[in-house]
């Protein structure tokens, strides 16, 4: 029976392998030799429809780009897009999130706004690029018709899609009203999980709810903060869509920069609108740059919030007992 039991657990081990099997073909396939074939391109002068045998390598696409003022504006654009969306957003999320999870207030249909703030994020980005740009499409627009109506847009001709500024904080808003309930739901499940007591002994203490705010509920939710802007940072890093079907990245401003052409729109540019010399290893090397970035960026951010983010504090080295203490 014992033989029998053993090789039972040992067929179960095999269907274990057979489920998880689909997802490391579709890795390997659609994701990691992808990966490895622009890494390889990125050290050759790979351009348009040429033969790969013909290429030859060379180093010069990464220090071009070093220098190249569309590329360093491209990273410009993209922290600036990123910035003006994710410190609003956690910041209302906290806001929204603290009043849905208070005990005293007691929100009736929290639920309810919960799943509308969280539909956006259900909408593709596509869709959302489309309906934002009719809405605010010069001069049929419906909201700006109604702006130029308040005095908001004080010049009749004015074009939010052609303003660098005004591209720039659309884009965000955009991105701001997409991932605003996602975040919000993110720290509202991790403040419910907060055991009460800490704020019944906080009360009893004295303390006001800002100070528990800052005393109790931060501190306790600094590994999902930490993963909020973890998550925010690459998906703001590799920002697409949005720019690309707003404006296609533009408007062009003063020296021929562009406004919102973010580091992914710039690969797709340099890759696949080319022409007949699309330069695919430019476009290569953007890619890895933008690994390195998000690499970066995010090591300091892990560095800042230290072990302490996932509950793993540092122990105190304590003094090792010498052999006399040992042998008496």
């Not at 014992?2 to 040992?10: H, N, Q, V, Y």
């Not at 002068?45 to 990464?62: C, E, I, L, P, R």
């Not at 419906?142 to 908001?152: E, H, N, Q, R, T």
């Not at 002994?201 to 004295?206: M, P, Q, S, V, Y």
């Amino acid at each position: 029976m014992a033989l029998f039991a053993k090789k039972r657990k040992l067929n179960y081990g095999i269907y274990g392998f057979i489920f998880v099997l689909p997802f490391f073909v579709v890795f390997l396939i659609f994701q990691l030799y992808p990966i490895l074939y622009s890494i390889i391109l990125s050290f050759t002068n790979y351009q348009g429809f040429m033969d790969v045998k013909d290429a030859t390598f060379t180093f010069s696409q990464y220090t071009d780009l070093i220098v190249n003022p569309r590329f360093l504006q491209s990273i410009v654009n993209t922290f600036i897009i990123w910035m003006i969306n994710f410190v609003p957003q956690v910041v209302v999320s906290f806001l929204f999130a603290a009043l849905f999870t208070s005990v005293n207030l007691k929100m009736k249909g929290a639920g309810v706004f919960k799943i509308v703030y969280y539909l956006p994020n259900i909408v593709t980005a596509a869709s959302v690029a489309v309906l934002f740009k009719n809405l605010f499409n010069y001069p049929d627009g419906i909201i700006d018709k109604l702006f130029k109506a308040m005095g908001v847009f004080s010049d009749p001709t004015y074009n939010i899609v052609r303003d660098a500024w005004g591209t720039r904080i659309l884009i965000s808003f955009i991105q701001f009203w997409r991932y605003f309930g996602y975040t919000l739901l993110i720290l509202a499940a991790a403040m419910m999980g907060i055991n009460p007591t800490y704020y019944e002994a906080a009360t009893i203490d004295g303390a006001s709810k800002v100070k528990s705010f800052f005393s109790i509920t931060l501190p306790l939710l600094r590994p999902i903060v930490l993963y909020t802007l973890i998550t925010s940072l690459v998906g703001g890093l590799q920002m697409f869509e949005i720019p690309y079907l707003i404006c296609d990245g533009g408007p062009m401003m003063a020296g021929g920069r562009w406004a919102t052409e973010t580091i992914s729109v710039y690969i797709y540019h340099m890759a696949f609108e080319g022409g007949y010399t699309n330069d695919y290893a430019l476009a290569s090397a953007a890619s890895v740059y933008l690994f390195l970035i998000v690499l970066v960026f995010s090591f300091i951010t892990f560095k800042f919030f230290g072990d302490q983010a996932f509950g793993l504090e540092k122990k105190e080295k304590q003094p090792k007992k010498s052999k006399e203490k040992e042998d008496v």
